[in-house]
Each structure stands twice: as structure tokens, then as C-alpha cells.
């Protein structure tokens, strides 16, 4: 989502503080992210799709650097990774955590808290959450 800082593109793909922390119930201040989530657990849980689970994966990119925002504990040498090139599957984040989920509660749940490693990394490093060069890449992998 491109906009200009501070112009909503945050709270239209995660909403308000009650929607983003898992309950099941929509209303129209709810982000996208939320309602994608749970659109996805639908369709591959309960419609046509007979998924195992649905991996997570949730980086920030910050100028040139990658971080694992589900892999807080981790030192920040180990925190930072590398995107690399493939030509069998393009571009990708080197040794990124896959967090495996099974309800978009508990995949809610990792947003929350990704989002919330996110937004310490940015302070701690000197940077806003609006810091123009930051990019947040999140992945959901239907696995069957």
C-alpha cells in the first residue's frame, strides 16, 4: 500500500486496536489484514481447500535490512537475514521463521505480536513507525 506518512495505509490494512487482537467478529473500522486472515482460514479449513495448517512468515525491511519479526528472543545478529535470488522461486528472505497456525486467532495473535517487535526494532534503532523506507512483508502459506 503506497500513501503518504500518516494518511491511514496502516490502520486500513490493520484496523483498530480491538479488531486487530483476534475476535471474530467484523465491523467497519476492521482492517483488511484481519478480514483476509479469516477469509483465508475459511476458504482453506472450511470451503474447498482441505488445508494442514497455514505458515506465517512477518519481516521489516528498514533501508537494506531484513528482520525477523516472529523471532524476537533471537540476538540481533540472527534476527537480521539476507534476501537472496532464485531463479526457481525469485526473491526470498534467507532462513525467515515459518510459524505454523491453525485458527486466524492464533495467526492474529503472531500479527499482534510481530507487529509489536516491529514497532520496538523501529524505536530502538531510531526510526518512526512512518520512517518512509520501511517495509513490512508478511507471507501466509496454505499447506496441504
Known amino acids: 500500500v503506497l500513501g503518504s506518512t500518516k494518511s491511514g495505509k496502516s490502520a486500513c490494512l490493520i484496523g483498530g486496536d480491538d479488531e486487530a487482537h483476534g475476535s471474530n467478529e467484523s ?11 479469516r477469509e483465508i482460514f475459511d476458504d482453506a479449513f472450511g470451503g474447498e481447500m482441505t488445508a ?25 545478529s540472527k534476527r537480521q537475514l ?10 526470498f528472505v534467507q532462513d525467515v521463521s515459518y510459524s505454523l497456525c491453525r485458527s486466524p486467532a492464533e495467526a492474529l495473535e503472531l500479527l499482534n505480536e510481530g507487529l509489536a517487535v516491529r514497532a520496538v526494532y523501529l524505536h530502538q534503532h531510531g526510526h518512526s513507525t512512518f520512517h518512509q523506507s520501511s517495509h513490512l512483508v508478511i507471507t501466509l502459506t496454505i499447506l496441504q
Do not use: H, N, Y
Not at 27 to 37: I, K, N
Not at 52 to 64: F, P, R, S
Not at 82 to 91: N, P, Y
Open 52 to 76: 494442514d495448517a497455514i505458515e506465517l512468515t512477518m519481516v521489516q525491511v528498514v533501508e537494506e535490512e531484513c528482520v525477523d519479526l516472529l523471532k524476537p528472543s533471537m540476538s540481533k
Open 82 to 91: 539476507d534476501l537472496r535470488w532464485s531463479t526457481s522461486c525469485g526473491a
Open 27 to 37: 465491523s467497519p473500522t476492521t482492517g483488511l489484514l484481519p478480514r483476509f486472515v
